[in-house]
C-alpha cells in the first residue's frame, strides 16, 4: 500500500481560520458584477468569475437568488487546486508547498485566464494558477474547464497539464476543492459494503478539523434542515475529505473535497469529470448511479484494449 504524507493538505483547512478576516468581502473575487459570467439553462443557474481563473463561484436553482456556494476569497470556489512538493514558501506563516489555485493567490492576486469560451448552456476556460502562498505564476501548470448544464446537472471535465521537469512526492489532491453555504449542515453518504442496493444513507456532522470518509458510491452531499442541499460527484474518486468551518465575517462554510492521490510528473496530463446537484439525496442518488456506472464501464473497456 502506498503511504502518503499528507501533513500538507490536512494543514490547509486546520490552518484555515488564521487567515480568516484577513480579506473582508470587500476584496473577494466576484464583488463587481462585469467580473461574473453566468449560465442558465431553465433549470440551474451557474456563475464563473473571470478574476478567479473562470473558477465556479455561484450555484442556484434557475430563478432563485440564493447563492449555494461560498465564494469568501479566492481559495473558497469550486475550482482546480493541487499540492507538490515543500519549497520553502509560508500561508502567512505556516510552511507551504507547491500549491497551484485555479483562482489565485491568498493576498487576493488575479491568476492569467488565458480563454473563455461560452455558448448558451456550456463554458469552456484555460488559465494559468498562481501559487497560493507567494502569488507566483506558475506557468508550468495549464487548468481547462468544460462545464456543461444537462437538465437538472452540473458537469465538469477538469483537466490539469504539468509541463515542470521536477518529479514530486504524492500528495492527496482536490478533485475539486467545493466550499458551500454554512446552511448546509449536514453530511450525507453512503458507508456500506453494498452500494447502489437502497441500503440507508449516514449522515455526519463534521467539525472545524478536516476529516476523511470512503464513499462507495463516489458522491456525498452537505443538506440543510430540510435535506435539501448540493451533491457532489466524482465517478473516479473513492474518497473525500470535508470539514466545516466557523469563523464570522461571512467566512462560514461547509467543504468536501473527493480526494484522489498523485504526484507531479514532467509531461503529465490529469483529468477526472465531476458532477453537481441541487435537491434531496434521494434525487442525488438516483441520478448519480448510471454516471458511475457508465464511468466504470468505460474504465474497464480501457483496460481491456490496453
Not at 493541487?82 to 497551484?100: E, I, T
Request: glycine share 8%.
Amino acid at each position: 500500500m502506498l503511504r502518503v504524507n499528507t501533513s500538507i493538505i490536512a494543514a490547509v483547512f486546520l490552518f484555515a481560520g488564521a487567515v480568516q478576516g484577513m480579506f473582508g468581502d470587500d476584496k473577494a473575487p466576484g464583488v463587481d458584477d462585469s467580473d461574473w459570467i453566468f449560465l442558465d439553462n431553465g433549470k440551474l443557474r451557474l456563475g464563473v468569475i473571470k478574476s478567479a481563473g473562470a473558477g465556479i463561484g455561484f450555484l442556484s436553482r434557475s430563478g432563485s437568488k440564493q447563492n449555494l456556494l461560498n465564494h469568501y476569497d479566492r481559495g473558497r470556489l469550486i475550482q482546480q487546486s493541487y499540492y507538490g512538493n515543500a519549497d520553502g514558501s509560508k500561508w502567512v506563516d505556516k510552511p507551504w508547498c507547491l500549491n497551484p489555485v485555479q483562482g489565485g493567490d491568498y493576498k487576493n492576486a488575479v491568476p492569467q485566464l488565458l480563454q473563455v469560451d461560452v455558448d448558451k448552456d456550456k463554458l469552456y476556460s484555460q488559465s494559468i494558477p498562481l501559487h497560493w502562498a507567494t502569488g507566483e505564476k506558475l506557468d508550468n501548470f495549464i487548468l481547462e474547464q468544460w462545464i456543461a448544464l444537462t437538465v437538472d446537472l452540473v458537469h465538469v471535465k477538469f483537466r490539469m497539464s504539468y509541463r515542470g521537469k521536477e518529479s514530486h512526492a504524492p500528495r492527496h489532491q482536490e478533485m475539486p476543492a467545493v466550499f458551500l453555504d454554512p446552511s448546509l449542515t449536514d453530511l450525507v453518504l453512503y458507508q456500506g459494503e453494498s452500494p447502489w442496493t437502497e441500503e440507508l444513507l449516514a449522515t455526519k456532522k463534521p467539525g472545524q478539523k478536516n476529516e476523511y470518509f470512503d464513499i462507495p458510491e463516489n458522491w456525498a452531499a452537505f443538506v440543510d434542515d430540510q435535506g435539501e442541499g448540493v451533491g457532489v460527484c466524482v465517478p473516479s474518486a473513492s474518497q473525500i475529505t470535508c470539514y466545516r468551518f466557523r469563523g464570522g465575517a461571512n467566512s462560514d462554510c461547509s467543504y468536501l473535497a473527493p480526494i484522489t492521490t498523485f504526484g507531479f510528473r514532467p509531461g503529465m496530463t490529469f483529468e477526472y469529470d465531476a458532477y453537481f446537484l441541487i435537491g434531496n439525496t434521494d434525487e442525488m442518488r438516483r441520478r448519480f448511479e448510471p454516471l458511475v456506472k457508465a464511468a466504470r464501464t468505460d474504465l474497464k473497456v480501457q483496460i481491456k484494449r490496453r
